[in-house]
């Protein structure tokens, strides 16, 4: 069955329910409710008639039923829809606009006021011959001889509460037959957009299922299925990022094989070549033989260092390379890495300079020492390689907003807008490689993946033919 038949069938069963419960107790309701206005109605009426029929016997200065009978006649045009009449204390009944009443007789417990009676004659009807249930209230018509325990008792015929009754129950069955209409006409209209949206968030996840990626639900409302689009929506949202990047990392697998394939070729290649001219003999000369063996110790280094920046990276995005992270002062590592530095770039035709600002030499840091010198060797190899003969390689230190921010500069060509957005990439090697360029394109990629493991991060600012800034930044510790 569907879930709109399901949903329109439960809506009219409920009220079909609440509709039969009401017109099953709408008469005993309405009993209740006019028995309670009628007794105290009656209380009200029967002290005003006593009072009235009790002045006019003592009025007329006489005391014995006879004179209560001939003064009968005054309660009888006050009347309306109620009988009245007169009882001994026995309550046997003397008179009574009603002849069927007469010689009857009312029970004793009844002769009181309504608000003093029992309770377990409350909402208890006593019936009375030739008339049936009745609603009785009762008052003294005096409390001097000879009129003392005798009392004037008013009936109200319960009859008319089935008249009223039977009209009432009508009209509410015809209302409810209303409500029932409506109710299916609304609640058809809402299953039906229940079903729809419903429907769509289905054809949503069959779409995803058959790889389009792309297609959403639509988040219409504010109730749970709405929330459950939005769910879905945001789903399908991590599921297209993630196979972005599965596909953006199959992507790079391909490239990396690729790079790392020309990047072996190439020195391999030499040191194959160079070593066969040497043992096959064809250089004779001993100048040429150690130039040949120059040629194959540098490609053998350079292809160490591929090796090891290969490694390394792959060691770093997989998570597996521990850093021993410690507090350590940042002068004082800055001074000593740049001293240590500072033979190797002057041996290259660059002048390096080492800027400490005074709240950066009061800093410390909390960083693997052997790691952040890694990432400032690939800087500042950088910095000299594209340092023209005899440029500064500046490395500057400065507190910013509770972090150590520490850059390189170099006055080398710069790099274009697009350069500067992807030189943290693998493999990416800008249009101007600098003086005695060997590298494979890993150094900055690896740069970026040690300073983010610290939970720092990385930056360059750069315009061509000016120069180039490159950036890192760690937090620095409270003291």
């Known amino acids: 069955m569907r879930i709109g038949t399901k949903l329109l069938l439960t809506y009219l069963l409920l009220i079909g329910l609440l509709g039969v419960t009401a017109t099953l107790l709408l008469p005993h309701w309405v009993r209740t409710i006019v028995i309670s206005t009628e007794e105290q109605r009656l209380d009200k009426q029967a002290l005003v008639l006593a009072d009235r029929l009790a002045g006019s016997l003592r009025a007329r200065g006489v005391g014995d039923v006879r ?61 009375l011959k030739g008339i049936g249930p009745v609603i009785l209230a009762s008052a003294p018509l005096g409390t001097r001889p000879p009129l003392q325990d005798f009392s004037l008792v008013m009936i109200r015929d319960m009859t008319f509460v089935q008249a009223l009754a039977g009209p009432l129950a009508m009209r509410l069955n015809v209302v409810i037959l209303l409500v029932l209409a409506v109710a299916a006409i609304v609640t058809g209209w809402l299953s039906r957009d229940l079903v729809r949206r419903l429907k769509s968030t289905g054809e949503a996840a069959r779409a995803l299922a058959d790889g389009d990626l792309a297609h959403r639900a639509p988040e219409e409302g504010h109730d749970e299925i709405t929330d459950l689009a939005g769910h879905f929506n945001h789903m399908a949202e991590r599921i297209q990022a993630l196979v972005g990047r599965l596909r953006r990392s199959e992507q790079a697998r391909k490239d990396l094989l690729v790079m790392v394939s020309h990047e072996l070729r190439t020195p391999m290649t030499s040191i194959s070549g160079f070593a066969e001219a040497l043992r096959d003999g064809v250089v004779q000369q001993e100048d040429r033989k150690q130039r040949y063996y120059q040629i194959i110790a540098a490609e053998s280094a350079r292809l160490n260092r591929l090796v090891n920046d290969l490694f390394d990276m792959a060691r770093l995005e997989a998570g597996q390379a521990e850093l021993n992270l410690q507090a350590m002062s940042a002068a004082p590592w800055l001074v000593e890495f740049t001293e ?3 033979p190797a770039a002057e041996a290259a035709g660059a002048r390096m300079a080492l800027e400490v600002s005074p709240e950066a030499e009061r800093s410390r840091i909390y960083g693997d020492r052997d790691r952040l010198d890694q990432v400032l060797t690939n800087l500042t190899g950088n910095a000299v390689r594209f340092t023209p003969e005899g440029g500064p390689v500046t490395i500057q230190a400065r507190v910013d907003d509770g972090y150590l921010v520490v850059s390189v500069s170099d006055r080398g060509p710069g790099l274009t807008p697009d350069e500067a957005e992807r030189v943290f990439d693998r493999f990416f090697q800008g249009s101007n490689q600098g003086r005695d360029h060997k590298g494979a394109g890993l150094g900055l990629s690896i740069v970026k993946t040690l300073v983010e493991a610290h939970g720092g991060s990385v930056g360059v600012e750069s315009a061509a033919g000016v120069g180039s800034t490159f950036w890192f930044r760690l937090r620095v510790l409270e003291r």
Do not use: C, H, K
Not at 79 to 84: A, Q, V
């Open 67 to 127: 004179s209560i009978r001939s003064t009968f006649s005054l309660a009888e045009a006050l009347l309306t829809d109620e009988d009245i009449a007169i009882v001994d204390p026995t309550g046997r009944i003397l008179m009574a606009t009603r002849p069927a009443l007469t010689d009857g007789s009312i029970p004793s417990e009844y002769l009181q006021p309504a608000g003093a009676r029992p309770q377990n004659l409350l909402r208890q009807l006593p019936e």
């Open 340 to 342: 240590a530095a500072l």
